[in-house]
């Protein structure tokens, strides 16, 4: 085994040698300055000229394309403003090996500019003769200004010394020579590599090309030198291509067969793809547009779309296992019938540049025949037992450390299942569902397909117990209990898989928050910002009516005993501003999002019934009057102002407009309850417009008779809280 491994290694290095990249060599690389010959060209450019700068380097993991193309456009735009430079347009391009940015237009130099600076007070400045001193003389000479160019002007209560300063016009080389290291520097990623200079990035960098105009703008990064050679496809004959000038990269790049837009190449694979499809009878399905798409063309610059094919045997397998192979595995696009919708039994590939079809094509038929019968194994291993029998198997896997294992969760879901389905008054079908899916809804997580292929959770669920004999409903229930796995995924939609998701997501909820794994600023490592996110989405989207707290007492209720109380209301306002987030990505005004969830968000369907309601009536006039109406009431009544205790006595009231507006209180009052649709809200409480309007005008609150003024602001104080549970008028403008 250790011959065989260093065999491999040598054969490795030898291909890297091939290819004109050796492993593990280091060679510095010597950095010149321009010589005469260049600064006399820099000298002669004085027209706005196009710059381009290419990052090159191994291969880059495709997020990482898209990713440090958008650092690249912001950084090289924040540095030319930054420096004064004048610039026309920028374009940027990525491919798996190179990330560019071309500036088009840009001034050979700086942008004059003047400042004002601020000397020595005047007292420092000069004598009692009033000649300069040594101050002022040392601040001239440092800043090369005349004295007879000062000016004095009071700041404070001090008076001050200032000077003009021109800053001087630097040549765009200059400038881009010092400042494009900080400007690659400023490019980060997920994960990045370390090297000899301590600069990090995804990928060892192997060349820069940075030409302004006909000149190469000089700078080292990463111990390699700038210069106007740039590397195309490694089966080209020449591989290093000189770029005489900057308006003529793209077209360098385009003649080598690379293709520098993203988009372009998205719709070259698309449509090459499509037309190979055709040619079996199939067609690339909907889904392969959905991420993959992307992340493919990222990983080529040259794309080859090559069609292959697979053992019609395999197609016995789930069409989901098949899929998954094809998509997370192996980077390719299934292909299925257009009529039937079923996978036939090809694929394709995308490959890079000019190749050997048929060689390519019968290596990957060999991976994806190799992975196929791994795939055929597990399977069949699978289906040999009920799925029931694989949740003891959970006890092997873990939850959390002090929350125990995948199968003591199991059992709190399943415990939690009939008092949350009355809480979602789930009637007793549905119920009967739930508690046949709940002990079910864990038990693929144990079988071998997932354990290999874990973005097949839920869906191995559903096929196992469908085979198994297990009714539609509760195969569904199992399916949608993961249900949403990612932003934007489907949500389920069924009473019993609602029920199951939303007691999954409380029960990591509550537990998690108990033994602090809170998410911090930068961190959510059990992801339970989207678990919360999921929770509210479940319940708006299905227009179901939930009480918050009391569903995440039951999650409490069945936590392990040896953890101290959880923080219920830490992890309710958790919940809410998950809601609140929601609601705004749905399109809804920040304002009347919060005025809204601040009395309802215990509620996540009724709140977000209320914010539609609202923003259609705020477009009217009634909301203006009534929140003008509730405004005095409520800033009169503070709590610290008032005697809660204090009942209002009419015997007490000493003119009509007391009597009128205890009237109208009254009449809004038994009109209104927590509950309360927003629009019979503001009908009943414009009632009490013309009456508050006229009690202001003739009756003034804060009287001295002690009595009177009690009674006065416990009418103000009961007004004031007529919004409570409905609406929160505070977060409105113009309250």
Not at 444 to 464: N, P, Q, R, W
Not at 469 to 498: C, K, W, Y
Not at 672 to 684: E, N, R, V
Request: charged content about 25%.
């Amino acid at each position: 085994m250790r011959r065989l491994a260093r065999e491999c290694a040598q054969l490795w290095v030898k291909t890297r040698e091939n290819l004109n990249y050796p492993l593990g060599v280091w060679t510095p690389l010597s950095f010149s300055e321009p010589s005469g010959e260049a600064s006399e060209l820099i000298e002669k450019i004085l027209t706005p000229q196009t710059f381009v700068l290419e990052i090159g380097s191994e291969e880059l993991p495709s997020q990482d394309v898209s990713s440090s193309v958008k650092q690249l456009e912001e950084a090289i735009e924040g540095c030319l403003k930054a420096q004064r430079l004048k610039y026309g347009c920028i374009s940027v391009f990525g491919t798996p090996r190179r990330i560019v940015v071309i500036v088009e237009g840009l001034a050979p130099v700086q942008d004059e500019m003047e400042k004002e600076i601020r000397g020595p007070p005047c007292k420092a400045a000069f004598d009692d003769k009033g000649l300069p001193t040594k101050a002022l003389e040392g601040f001239c000479r440092k800043n090369g200004i005349p004295q007879d160019s000062l000016v004095t002007r009071v700041e404070g209560k001090t008076e001050f010394v200032f000077a003009t300063v021109k800053e001087q016009c630097r040549q765009a080389i200059e400038v881009l020579s010092e400042s494009l290291p900080s400007v690659m520097k400023q490019i980060s990623f997920p994960k990045a590599m370390r090297w000899n200079s301590e600069v990090s990035y995804s990928r060892p960098i192997r060349w820069i090309l940075a030409i302004y105009g006909g000149v190469v703008v000089p700078f080292s990064f990463a111990g390699v030198a700038s210069g106007r050679s740039t590397h195309v496809l490694r089966t080209a004959v020449s591989r290093i291509v000189e770029v005489s000038k900057a308006e003529d990269y793209l077209g360098c790049i385009k003649e080598a067969g690379i293709t520098m837009c993203i988009k372009e190449r998205k719709e070259s694979i698309w449509t090459r793809s499509s037309a190979l499809a055709g040619n079996v009878g199939g067609r690339l399905p909907d889904v392969a547009i959905s991420g993959l798409l992307d992340e493919v063309a990222n990983l080529v610059e040259a794309p080859n779309p090559l069609l292959g094919s697979f053992d019609a045997s395999f197609l016995a397998l789930p069409a989901e296992i098949l899929t998954t192979v094809m998509r997370k595995h192996q980077r390719y696009f299934p292909v299925e019938d257009p009529k039937t919708e079923e996978l036939l039994p090809a694929f394709i590939t995308v490959a890079n540049g000019n190749i050997d079809e048929a060689l390519v094509r019968k290596g990957n038929e060999a991976v994806l025949r190799a992975r196929y019968e791994d795939a055929k194994f597990f399977y069949q291993s699978d289906i040999s037992k009920p799925l029931l029998d694989f949740r003891p198997q959970l006890k092997g896997i873990l939850f959390q450390e002090k929350l125990g294992t995948m199968l003591d969760k199991s059992i709190r879901v399943e415990k939690m299942v009939e008092k949350l389905g009355e809480l979602l008054e789930l009637d007793s079908e549905n119920m009967e569902v739930a508690y046949c899916a709940a002990p079910l809804a864990y038990a693929d997580l144990a079988t071998t397909v997932v354990m290999e292929f874990t973005s097949l959770a839920g869906i191995m669920g559903k096929h196992y117990a469908l085979r198994q004999g297990h009714s539609q409903m509760v195969a569904e229930a199992i399916f949608e209990s993961v249900l949403p796995r990612n932003a934007g995924d489907i949500i389920p939609t069924s009473d019993p898989g609602i029920l199951l998701a939303i007691a999954d997501r409380l029960d990591s909820l509550v537990g998690l928050f108990k033994v602090g794994c809170q998410p911090s600023a930068s961190a959510d490592p059990f992801g339970l910002r989207r678990s919360a996110y999921g929770l509210v989405q479940a319940l708006v989207e299905n227009k179901k009516s939930c009480n918050l707290l009391k569903a995440l007492e039951i999650a409490e209720s069945v936590q392990p005993s040896s953890l101290a109380a959880s923080n219920i209301d830490e992890v309710f306002l958790f919940v809410k501003r998950r809601l609140e987030q929601l609601l705004i990505d749905q399109g809804s005004n920040i304002e009347i999002v919060r005025s809204i969830i601040s009395e309802r968000g215990n509620d996540p369907w009724l709140a977000s019934i209320s914010v539609k309601q609202l923003e259609e009536l705020i477009k009217g006039e009634i909301v203006k009057k009534v929140v003008t109406a509730y405004s005095r009431p409520t800033r009169i009544a503070r709590p610290e102002s008032i005697d809660l205790s204090w009942e209002v006595d009419t015997n007490l009231f000493q003119q009509a407009e007391e009597n009128t507006l205890w009237i109208a209180y009254n009449k809004v009052a038994s009109q209104i309850d927590p509950g309360t649709s927003l629009d019979c809200f503001f009908q009943a409480s414009e009632e009490l417009v013309e009456p508050l309007d006229k009690y202001f005008s003739k009756v003034f609150v804060l009287v001295d008779d002690e009595n009177l003024k009690k009674n006065r602001l416990a009418l103000m104080h009961k007004i004031a809280e007529l919004p409570k549970g409905i609406v929160n008028f505070s977060f409105l403008p113009g309250f």
